[in-house]
């Protein structure tokens, strides 16, 4: 069976700090690593892709993949209250149509 | 650029109704996923749609079913309901000669409600 696990949180991080959030994939032949965004109520809004080992920057955000580890993460520069939201991890092999989902970690950024 | 937009936005059914829900992908896009996302979960693959055709179908049983039409609208179907079917169910798109990346942009989703 083939996981992702994240850490539910909430994870609580000052405005103005950087959030950190991890993920962990069980299937080594995971080839693309996604990042999306959910406010409550709403749909997944997918902010990151990464697909080679290292850094991706794109604004604020910065994913970390090493596929050594089957390790990814965020990282939220000048975390704003906006950034408040539950941030799903998702993992999809080459040529398999699915994206399995981790269950997402809740991040909460105090004014 | 028109985005991945459902129908409807919120159901409330009984048990053992049936359901269409319907979603039309964003523009330029060929492929359909649906997701089912119960509170506090992420999404789970339920199927995906391509060329009119169910190309991959997750752990979900033959009661869930769906449609892709030539306009690459898609449509899921819940026949039987059961409580457990309550949640919000999610339509994304991608494009096929994408498939190495697969990124997949959702809709709003329609929350399903079953009585």
């Known amino acids: 069976q083939k996981e992702v696990e994240q850490n539910s949180g909430p994870l609580s991080v000052p405005e103005g700090a950087i959030a950190s959030l991890n993920c962990t994939y069980s299937?080594?032949?995971?080839?693309?690593f996604f990042w999306y965004r959910q406010y409550s109520g709403k749909s997944p809004e997918l902010i990151m892709s990464?697909?080679?080992?290292g850094d991706k920057e794109d604004g604020r955000f910065t994913a970390q993949l090493n596929k050594a580890s089957q390790y990814v993460s965020l990282l939220i520069r000048d975390s704003q209250p906006s950034d408040s939201a539950t941030y799903l991890c998702?993992?999809?092999?080459?040529?398999?149509?699915?994206?399995?989902f981790g269950k997402g970690t809740r991040l909460h950024i105090l004014p | 650029d028109a985005g991945v937009t459902q129908s409807p936005t919120h159901l409330i059914k009984t048990r053992g109704q049936q359901v269409t829900l319907r979603c039309s992908p964003k523009?330029?896009?060929?492929?359909v996923s649906w997701y089912q996302q119960a509170l506090g979960q992420g999404p789970q693959f339920i199927f995906q749609?391509?060329?009119?055709?169910?190309?991959q179908r997750g752990n979900f049983p033959d009661r869930f079913s769906g449609h892709q039409f030539p306009n690459y609208s898609s449509e899921l179907n819940v026949n039987a309901l059961l409580l457990g079917d309550s949640a919000l169910y999610l339509c994304?798109?991608?494009?096929?000669?994408?498939?190495?990346?697969?990124?997949?942009?959702f809709g709003p989703g329609t929350r399903l409600t079953v009585l």
């Open positions: 994304a798109s991608s494009l096929d000669r994408d498939f190495l990346y697969n990124e997949q942009f």
């Open positions: 299937d080594r032949v995971s080839q693309s």
């Open positions: 990464i697909y080679s080992n």
């Open positions: 998702a993992v999809n092999n080459s040529g398999d149509d699915k994206i399995i």
């Open positions: 523009s330029g896009h060929d492929t």
């Open positions: 749609y391509y060329e009119e055709e169910e190309r």
